[in-house]
């Protein structure tokens, strides 16, 4: 081998590490530096939970997770099983037909402007989805969720018999909580966690509070 084609061999190697070893090193630092913010910061769990608790999450989940991701593979799928055949069909009935270029494709043309997300009230109404019960059933599959009000302004959310829980988890769902009250309208949202199955309790119960905002004569 000439000197100019090891030369040339070893530049090929060193570009290949620089394009390699760049993006990786980037993004470990990047979780680092999340990491640490995280802590010294003191971000609420809820808001932004470090990658350590993260992957810890994720190890200790995974089966419930590699199942999800079926259901939603398998989702996904037969969703794209169905536009193939109904959309090909269809297209090429707008595509040979004048009347349902001058009919159909004008309205199909404007339901693809609008954003997918304004359909889900629509599907949440028609489902009926929408009950504390009913919502904790769809994301769990064991446990119940029970809402007690104690008071205009109060209340005692329990959960019961969960399948998985944490403080992270517990931590989460508080944050969900103060943050549904105050997209309601309230002030002065408190939730106080009373029991926590995380930290050795028969149950998961938090205590809200809230102040009503005055409302517009």
């Known amino acids: 081998?000439?000197?100019?084609?090891?030369?040339?061999?070893?530049?090929?190697?060193?570009?290949?590490?620089?394009?390699?070893?760049?993006?990786?090193?980037?993004g470990v630092g990047c979780f680092v530096l999340w990491e640490g913010a995280v802590w010294l910061l003191s971000v609420p769990?809820?808001?932004?939970?470090p990658p350590s608790a993260i992957f810890v999450q994720f190890v200790q989940k995974f089966p419930?997770?590699?199942?999800?991701t079926l259901v939603t593979g398998q989702e996904t799928l037969v969703g794209f099983a169905a536009a193939i055949l109904l959309g090909v069909p269809m297209g090429l009935l707008v595509a040979f037909s004048p009347l349902l270029r001058r009919t159909f494709y004008p309205l199909a043309v404007t339901l693809e402007m609008?954003?997918?997300?304004?359909?889900?009230?629509?599907?949440?109404?028609?489902?009926?989805?929408?009950?504390?019960?009913?919502?904790?059933?769809?994301?769990?599959?064991?446990?119940?969720?029970?809402?007690?009000?104690?008071g205009e302004t109060s209340a005692v959310l329990t959960t019961y018999d969960a399948e998985t829980f944490s403080t992270p988890?517990?931590?989460?769902?508080?944050?969900?909580?103060?943050?549904?009250?105050?997209?309601?309208?309230?002030?002065?949202?408190?939730?106080?966690?009373?029991?926590?199955?995380?930290?050795?309790?028969?149950?998961?119960?938090?205590?809200?509070?809230?102040?009503e905002s005055a409302r517009p004569a």
């Open 64 to 68: 419930r997770i590699w199942e999800y």
């Open 169 to 211: 988890d517990c931590h989460t769902v508080m944050g969900w909580y103060r943050k549904a009250l105050e997209m309601c309208g309230c002030a002065d949202v408190k939730v106080v966690e009373e029991e926590c199955r995380a930290r050795g309790g028969t149950v998961c119960r938090y205590r809200l509070s809230w102040i």
């Open 114 to 150: 609008v954003p997918k997300i304004v359909f889900a009230p629509v599907f949440i109404s028609w489902w009926g989805f929408g009950f504390t019960p009913k919502i904790y059933d769809s994301y769990y599959r064991t446990g119940r969720r029970v809402y007690d009000k104690t």
């Open 1 to 26: 081998m000439t000197m100019s084609e090891r030369t040339a061999s070893g530049d090929s190697n060193s570009d290949w590490m620089a394009d390699t070893l760049t993006p990786l090193l980037f």
């Open 45 to 49: 769990m809820y808001i932004l939970p």
